[in-house]
Structure formats: C-alpha cells, structure tokens
C-alpha cells in the first residue's frame, strides 16, 4: 500500500485569525482530503480549526498534535489527536510530521513551526497578499543559507496542487538526520538550550 502524503497547515490561532484566513484554511483542507492526503495541523483554532472543518467535510484524514497533554483541548474536527505536553517544542514534531507544509498567515508561532520546518528543508508554500509573519519571506528564502524556497501561491487549490509536486519532486536522501541527532535537537530544546541545527551557520 502506498503510503498517503502528510501535508501540514499552520497559520493564525484563533487570536488573529480573520474570516478570510477561515475561508483559506477551510479550502486549503478541503482540496488536501479530496487529494488524498492526510491533514496535520496543531490542532486547536483559527486555521487549523477551519482546515481540519474543510477536510473533516471532504471526510479526509484529520491528525492534532497538540502543544497541551489533555486530549480534549483539540478541536472538535480532528480524527486524531497527539496530545504531546512539548509546549513550544511541539513546533518541531510538527514540522518532521509533514511531507510537505502550507502557510496561511500566522505570527510569531508559525514562523516557529517554518524555522523548523525550513532547518529539516521541508517542501513549504504560502497563501500571498494575506498577512502575516511569513508575509516578507514568500517566493524568497528565511536566511543566508538559502535550506528551501518559501513558494507563494495565490490560491488554496493552487496549494494544495504545488505542496504535492513539491513533495514528489523533492530528494531528502542528503537532508535526513539520524534518529539520534532528532532526538538530541529535542533534548535541548526541552532543555531551553539552542537546537544544534540553528547554530550551524
């Protein structure tokens, strides 16, 4: 059996979160069930609330890594719920959870998740013209290092259609850490110290 693709969608919390960004998101999870996808999101409101409602709609796949260790504090459109206790650090479970990752808006919290998911060269694209903190980052990279290119889309079907190319294009032959080094980055961040990845320069 073919594996099913894991496309994650971040983007604003409930504080934030404008009906357009709802509408987006619902869209954006909509079109990812009816790809066959599995959804990922931090499981709790705003957008991962709206693309967990559109995909739960399209009766997709619908995952919630929560931040908090009580289950019932995820929305009520996750299928599945990871209550992880990581706090912040859930951020990077996230981001290795996911094929592939779709940005509507967002602040200070989903550009954690991009760090990540950037530093673990992750296939990412962004809704343009919608705000947010990834706002000056789409169509370029975050840093000097240039990991992988945030690619602005304008729609959510034209997301969800670039995240799947993306996915199946990219080689992560030469990017995968071993399990050890995984676990040593969460360590640390556990332990509030600076990951070993973002102090490679």
């Given amino acids: 059996m073919t594996k099913k693709h894991q ?17 987006i998101a619902y869209d954006v999870g909509e079109t990812i069930a009816k790809s066959g996808s599995v959804l990922i999101t931090g499981g709790l409101g705003g957008v991962m609330k709206a693309a967990s409602h559109g995909a739960h709609y399209a009766n997709g796949l619908t995952v919630g890594i929560i931040p908090q260790n009580d289950a019932t504090l995820a929305n009520q459109f ?30 200070s919290g989903t550009l954690s998740e991009v760090c990540a998911a950037y530093m673990y060269k992750k296939p990412m694209v962004a809704i343009r ?17 240039e990991n992988i290119k945030i690619i602005g889309v304008d729609t959510p079907q034209d997301a969800v259609k670039t995240i799947l ?5 990219s080689s992560n032959k030469d990017t995968e850490l071993t399990n050890a080094e995984v676990l040593d980055d969460f360590n640390k961040i556990k332990s509030g110290e600076a990951s070993r990845m973002a102090q490679k320069d």
């Avoid at 990077?92 to 967002?106: M, Q, Y």
């Avoid at 013209?129 to 290092?145: A, C, K, T």
């Avoid at 190319?165 to 294009?169: A, G, K, N």
């Fill in 129 to 145: 013209n919608i705000g947010g903190s990834i706002e000056q980052y789409i169509d370029g990279f975050l840093d000097h290092r």
């Fill in 7 to 23: 496309i994650l969608v971040i983007g604003n919390n409930t504080n934030g979160c404008t009906p357009k960004h709802e509408k």
């Fill in 165 to 169: 190319e993306l996915i199946s294009t």
């Fill in 78 to 107: 996750c299928d599945i719920v990871i209550p992880t206790g990581m706090g912040l650090a859930c951020d990077f479970l996230n981001a290795l959870s996911a094929d592939g990752i779709i940005i509507v808006g967002g602040g």
